[in-house]
């Protein structure tokens, strides 16, 4: 089974500052990706960033960064030079390879305000 | 455009009254999932299916039926609501296969109150 623990209820961050949201994950799979949603407060859901636990390299998407630690097994999501338009919820997703890629298991979420 | 779209957006119903919730996509995706959201649990996956035909519990199925006979649909259906299945509801798809890289796309979420 997997597991999704995101440890931020809420997180406060001033505008243009860094900011990171953490998540840490369990499972047993020897192959699984990593997603990151956000989701603002008119309700859907959008896809930020995706980090496959073999690949070399940590994701980037623009503003948006993962920082995996496999041993560690985690994968936060660092948001560099926050914006206003940051405020929102942010969902840590997986899906893994003994699923058959078919279940995305969800962490419970943190809500991100960023203030001016 | 590439999308999700799911009918209706908003529903108020009474207990024990039948009602069914559209999801289409038309990015010929394989599978596609039902999640519903409540506060302080997440995303919970109530039903998938991985193809037509092809339909699976997901971990929140109780009170709850799918079907998939077309690719593109997979509407989801409450035979007797409760209160309890009061929630925000989520239809997504995606390509199948070997990579967990696929990205789910997300329709914009049908908000459900069962008095």
């Known amino acids: 089974a997997q597991k999704i623990t995101q440890t931020q209820p809420g997180m406060f961050v001033q505008e243009k500052e860094a900011v990171t949201l953490d998540c840490t994950y369990d499972t047993s799979d020897p192959s699984y990706g990593l997603f990151w949603y956000k989701q603002p407060s008119s309700g859907e859901m959008i896809f930020l960033i995706y980090?496959?636990?073999?690949?070399?390299q940590n994701a980037t998407e623009g503003r948006y960064s993962l920082n995996f630690q496999k041993a560690r097994k985690s994968a936060n999501l660092v948001i560099s030079a926050s914006q206003l338009g940051d405020s929102a919820m942010y969902f840590c997703?997986?899906?893994?390879?003994?699923?058959?890629?078919?279940?995305?298991?969800f962490g419970k979420g943190t809500m991100l305000l960023v203030s001016p | 455009e590439a999308q999700v779209t799911q009918n209706p957006r908003y529903l108020i119903t009474v207990t024990g009254k039948k009602l069914t919730v559209t999801c289409s996509q038309n990015m010929n995706h394989e599978y596609m999932s039902w999640y519903r959201q409540d506060p302080g649990l997440g995303l919970r996956q109530i039903y998938y299916s991985m193809n037509v035909e092809v339909t699976d519990k997901g971990d929140v199925p109780e009170g709850y039926k799918v079907s998939r006979k077309e690719k593109r649909n997979f509407p989801l259906i409450l035979e007797s609501p409760s209160p309890n299945q009061t929630s925000l509801y989520f239809c997504?798809?995606?390509?199948?296969?070997?990579?967990?890289?696929?990205?789910?796309?997300f329709g914009p979420g049908t908000r459900l109150t069962v008095l």
């Open positions: 997504a798809s995606s390509l199948a296969g070997t990579s967990g890289k696929n990205e789910q796309f």
């Open positions: 997703a997986m899906r893994g390879l003994l699923s058959g890629y078919s279940t995305l298991t």
């Open positions: 980090q496959g636990s073999y690949d070399q």
